[in-house]
């Protein structure tokens, strides 16, 4: 299995930047999909997940503090999830990293991982 991201870099606060993650060696509809974060010396946390298309029908889910500014969204077809982060602010500078397992908020409920893609949002 494996889980590449793209997409991250350095904006400006208030910006937008695209996250994506292609996989390849898995059923990919049957995993539901998250992308979690970690900043410098913190632990990683949760930030968003997508559901499997035959379990919930692809609900989805988001940390308080990015709700209403990223949209997690998914391609079964191209084995790609995707973030789209809006009104970026300093605090969402972190390493994301994909994951793909049986959904849920924390990091334990997941079992492949991506390398991560470095966000910095500069103010």
């Known amino acids: 299995v494996q889980l590449v991201e793209s997409g991250g870099g350095l904006v400006q606060a208030g910006g937008s930047l695209r996250l994506s993650c292609a996989a390849s060696?898995?059923?990919?509809?049957?995993?539901?999909m998250g992308w979690f974060r970690q900043g410098p010396g913190k632990e990683r946390h949760f930030v968003a997940a997508?559901?499997?298309?035959?379990?919930?029908?692809?609900?989805?889910y988001y940390q308080d503090s990015v709700k209403g500014r990223f949209n997690i969204s998914r391609d079964n077809a191209k084995n790609t999830v995707n973030m789209q982060m809006s009104r970026l602010k300093p605090e969402d500078t972190a390493v994301y990293y994909c994951?793909?397992?049986?959904?849920?908020?924390?990091?334990?409920?997941?079992?492949?991982w991506g390398q991560g893609t470095q966000v910095t949002v500069s103010s």
């Open positions: 994951a793909a397992g049986r959904g849920g908020l924390t990091v334990t409920e997941y079992y492949y």
């Open positions: 060696g898995l059923t990919f509809s049957s995993y539901a």
């Open positions: 997508i559901m499997w298309s035959g379990g919930s029908g692809g609900s989805t």
